[in-house]
């Protein structure tokens, strides 16, 4: 078969050059600023319109591929500067870092100096490059944009700036207002606030109509909002940055929807059941978020709404050909005693041609208490639960209308593994396209398990898949519909041969164990290469542990993944665990810890290490642990309550009290903190402060905008009082991912930690 020759040809090749490799030992400096360990992958992968052809961006330009090779074509698009043979009608272009193409493939939008605005979004420079010209043109001389998109139609753009919504004609480059009552910290049009960008995962604000004739967009009324004060360092007297940040309990922005119409020029107030507010603007009376909305049609527009708990959720349709343009129907509504997920997937349809075509609703839901896919008609009545069983799907990958079958990745076959399947829109004919090899009993055929993700075509009838587990960097390849292989686009061969010839960086290994109140739960350990049962060795444990999170998976792990390694080098074990409240075992699982944040978590953290100290090759007088934010949140508050089992952590930009942290993130897991008074406060750090026995280093960035500074600044000050000694490092001005583009931010932080280890573990 092809592709099994493929993974033993790869597997013969490793083994054959370990022989004789020179061992050497993981630096820090490997890791971050020599980036040795960093794999190759696609960049920008995209599907032509035809679904015959992909393109890909590097540095140089745009690339065309056919997808029935995996062979160039041509080049689509070559940047300005060394390598350019398009430098005669093109001036040498600044690095651009995305792009975009017309419907007609005849436009493509490209970005540039990209500056952050908050951690998942920022404003860029954009121009236009026409193909058959061979030109770029710059958008906007005016100032950088945010979210420039395309109309459907490539006759057009509307972008953000400065808080108003803008469009564009592209034949004459003049921008057109959509809205003139942006301010900062007042008012947000067409794209959406800290929290709802942080915590619903959405930045633009903003969608064209699938006949480019109208705008839905957003507004935040974010006046009554507090704010929270950061001071920038570098100037002789610090700057002070304010930004709006609804902590728990506190007001968040009042959000409502609007209808631009181009050719009129005139806006639609879609009235959703409410009141208006002070400036005269409907919003949702009782329902506080409307973290989703999406053209169905031309003319229907879907919105999503969720009340405060988020534990009540509706998606309504709009006919935005009525003037009133009220909500014509509830599409879709889900309730649950703790909270409901926003969808991972949402989308609508059109199954059938001519008067046979019925538009319907795919949609992911936990509803049966494990995540699945659903089809709705437009009336709101169930189709058909189109996949089911006590596992859990990860993402929808592809959806094949024309011959009405699904492509999603589940963890069917075990929470730590994601495997690939394909199903019909009936639940029918579910196929796994995983890889096979025959099993060591040659009784037939057994499956490849890891981690698998893939990229579709337009159409489907091809896919790029990347394959990796937690020894082997990815794996691309190119497939057909039904999973035949066509191409290997990359191996990471040599990545792989340094992984195990080299360094000898394969020794991930997973198994469970089971706590005294009879929970399984999964892990995993990175051990010396050297080791021996007989002997006792320290223990560092890693800990992430929040809601719906997993870090013990068979993929591929990036830079910690080395550095564990490389502490696996200096004789420590390495190991980490999934919790009570963590993802992949189902929503029962997953929500047992509402209500309560930290107790099961802390719990099963001294359990953890309570066990491993029973293991005949655990030093129980050496166990540690460590994790960022929640995890930062966690390793503390278990070395405070477990001071008799852990001889040291470490915690990275920690939560130390939930009233301190975001509204929704915190109210979705806790409630309100006026009904949840208990769940809020006694799990906190702070209360256990006089507790601290072992060595303890608190680290957190002064320009965190997510956990803010503020929690470490008052453990500081509970420690203080209760007369503990500690270490404690500042990065100024860094936010939550303390990182900077050099690396040497991080390769400072990570000599921090590896010294505090070697020292005081």
Sequence with gaps: MKKLFVFMTFATMLAAGGASAQQHNITLEDIWTKRTFSPRGIGALRSMADGEHYCT?????????????????????LFGGPGNRN??????????ESYAFSADEQKILLSSGFEPLYRHSGVSDYYIYDVKAQTFTKISNEGKQRLTTLSPDGTKVAFVRDNNLYWMDLSTLEEHAITTDGKVNEVINGTTDWVYEEEFAITQGFQWSPDSK?????RFDESKVKEYNMQMWGALYPEDYKYKYPKAGEDNSKVSLRIYKLESGKTQYPQLGGKENAVGTPYSEGWEYLPRFQWANDNTLAMMRMNRLQNHMQILTINTDKDGCEPDATLYEEQCDTYVEVPDTWQFITVGKGKKAQQQMLITS????????????????????????EWEVCEVAGVDVKNQRLYYTSREHHPTQKSLFVIGFDGKKKQCLNDVTRNAKNTGDLYVLGTYSATFSNGCKYYIRTYSTANDAPLYTLHDANGKLIKVLEYNQELNRKMKAEYET?????????TSIGTKLNYYTIKPKDFDKNKRYPVLIYVYGGPGNQQVTDSYGYSDYYWYHMLAQKGYIVFCFDGRGTGGRGAAFKKQTYGDLGRMECE????????????SWVDKERIGIWGWSFGGYLSTLSLLKGNDVFKMAIAVAPVMNWRYYDNIYTERFLGLPQDNA????????????????????????????????????EMVEKLEEAGKQFEFRIYPNKNHSIYDA????????????TDFIERKL
């Design 366 to 389: 936990e509803r049966d208490g494990y995540r699945h896919i659903y089809l709705y008609g437009m009336d709101g009545k169930l189709i058909k639960q189109v996949t089911s069983g």
């Design 214 to 218: 109208k705008i839905a967009y957003m």
């Design 678 to 713: 208990k769940g809020y406060d006694e799990n906190s750090p702070l209360n256990f402060a006089n507790q601290l026995k072992g060595n303890y280093l608190l680290i957190h960035g002064t320009g965190d905008d997510n956990v803010h500074f503020q929690n470490s600044a």
């Design 506 to 514: 394969y020794r991930k290994t997973f198994g469970s164990f089971t």
């Design 57 to 77: 961006m590097n540095a140089i330009g745009i690339a065309k591929y056919s997808y029935a090779t995996g062979e160039k074509v041509e080049d689509v698009c």
């Design 87 to 96: 430098a005669k009608k093109a001036k040498p272009m600044p690095r651009m």
């Design 604 to 615: 099963d953290a001294i359990e953890a290490a309570r066990w491993l100290g029973k293991q």
């Design 742 to 753: 050099t690396g040497k931010t991080r390769l400072n932080l990570y000599e921090l930690m």
